[in-house]
């Protein structure tokens, strides 16, 4: 099998799954509880806590353990607002962001907050200025993800980031999920910020949210003193624990990681450029872990199924949105055309992904168009 839909999720690595079977197994106490089981898997839990906060350039009372980046997401969104309702209610969220982030938004308006979303420009990204101007006195937050998950393209959030702090009131919220140890994340720049654990080869039901400790939020999980009483429910401790392994080791790899899968992208770019019909719809400067492409001749699902059908996983538009309707937000709000968004596939690569599997893969794509008749 050749597993090219790493932006979905990731295999765990083998490092991750042995401390977290190790904490599981040996650790049996509530970080909460005041004997010494408990007091145990809190230690354990909180150097955790300094390790990642140390990786990110951040205080550890800044990050907290979330059980996915949609809790984050939701928590960053809804969390904040609720909480500075007195602040002002205009929120700018943009209009390419994962669900989480824009259901959420979603929910705000229905709670009559003043909800605006950015549009992005042909090459899928919110510029500054897009931000600047829509930017109003009662702005209370703006949040735009990193990188897409389904073109790859590159916001620039620092840039973003220091447009939102002109207005001394607003803060700025950057879902990193498809960025964090792939491309550096500006931390210091940024109020608030989304990574999730499984698609970083860490474990799934795993995630944090970075926010900066003056900011007010208000608990989306009520019921307890956990994550300084901003998450109620017993605190996932082996899942928190194995969370700093799993961060040290892909940023440890990051620019390694980078540069064979930079080889693998433009590789592809390349071959696919030949082939007629083909259409590579992520920007030339996308983050090259995604790759979105399409044939005229086939549509999204077609191609996925024979893919599958000769054992290639892709995924048409973003997995959270495969199962709506089939034409692709993104690539419709970039201004593409109807044909492109629906013919999309994404090809999404990690560490474990080779050169061969991208030289099988423009083999088996070509004969996939033969198959249908589709000479080359
Ligand atoms: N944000 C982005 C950009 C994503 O790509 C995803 C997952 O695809 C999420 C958030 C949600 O991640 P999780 O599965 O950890 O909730």
């Known amino acids: 099998m050749i597993y090219f839909d790493n932006s979905s999720t990731t295999s765990v690595r083998p490092e991750v799954l042995h401390v977290y079977e190790q904490v599981l197994e040996t650790v049996c106490g509530n970080p909460d509880s005041l004997h010494q089981a408990g007091r145990k898997a809190r230690t354990l839990m909180e150097e955790s806590r300094k390790n990642i906060a140390r990786l990110l350039g951040v205080k550890p009372s800044e990050i907290i353990f979330t059980g996915c980046a949609s809790e984050s997401n939701t928590m960053a969104i809804i969390g904040y607002a609720m909480a500075n309702i007195n602040r002002g209610r205009h929120i700018l969220v943009s209009n390419a962001e994962h669900p989480s982030v824009r259901h959420a938004a979603e929910a705000l308006a229905e709670l009559d907050f003043d909800v605006e979303f950015l549009p992005i420009n042909d090459q899928g990204i919110v510029t500054p200025e897009c931000v600047r101007q829509h930017m109003k006195t009662d702005t209370i937050l703006v949040s735009c993800m990193h990188v897409n998950n389904e073109m790859g393209a590159i916001n620039p959030i620092g840039e973003i980031a220091d447009v939102v702090h002109t207005h001394p009131t607003c803060v700025f919220h950057a879902d990193c999920v498809q960025s964090f140890s792939k491309i550096d994340v500006p931390f210091d720049r940024l109020d608030m910020a989304t990574i999730s654990a499984h698609k970083i080869h860490g474990l799934k039901g795993s995630g944090l949210l970075m926010k900066k400790q003056k900011l007010k939020m208000v608990p989306i999980i009520q019921g307890g003193q956990q994550e300084n009483g901003l998450r109620g429910g017993t605190s996932n401790a082996p899942a928190n624990i194995a969370l700093a392994k799993t961060i040290r080791l892909a940023l440890e790899e990051q620019k390694e990681t980078y540069?064979?899968?930079?080889?693998?992208?433009?590789?592809?770019?390349?071959?696919?450029?030949?082939?007629?019909?083909?259409?590579?719809?992520?920007?030339?400067?996308?983050?090259?872990?995604?790759?979105?492409?399409?044939?005229?001749?086939?549509?999204?699902?077609?191609?996925?199924?024979?893919?599958?059908?000769?054992?290639?996983?892709?995924?048409?538009?973003?997995?959270?949105?495969?199962?709506?309707?089939?034409?692709?937000?993104?690539?419709?709000?970039?201004?593409?055309?109807?044909?492109?968004?629906?013919?999309?596939?994404?090809?999404?690569?990690?560490?474990?992904?080779?050169?061969?599997?991208?030289?099988?893969?423009?083999?088996?794509?070509?004969?996939?168009?033969?198959?249908?008749?589709?000479?080359?």
Do not use: W
Not at 284 to 289: S, W
Not at 326 to 346: D, P, Q
Not at 347 to 358: C, I, P, Q, V, Y
Not at 365 to 375: D, M, Q, R
């Open 259 to 376: 540069r064979k899968i930079e080889q693998i992208n433009q590789y592809l770019r390349r071959e696919l450029a030949k082939i007629p019909g083909a259409m590579i719809n992520s920007p030339d400067d996308a983050l090259p872990y995604i790759l979105n492409i399409g044939f005229d001749q086939m549509t999204s699902e077609v191609l996925l199924n024979a893919l599958d059908a000769k054992g290639i996983c892709v995924s048409a538009k973003s997995t959270c949105s495969s199962h709506s309707a089939n034409e692709s937000e993104v690539l419709k709000a970039m201004g593409k055309s109807k044909k492109a968004s629906t013919h999309m596939i994404r090809l999404s690569f990690g560490k474990d992904n080779t050169m061969d599997e991208a030289v099988q893969f423009i083999k088996t794509v070509k004969e996939i168009l033969n198959a249908y008749g589709l000479s080359l």
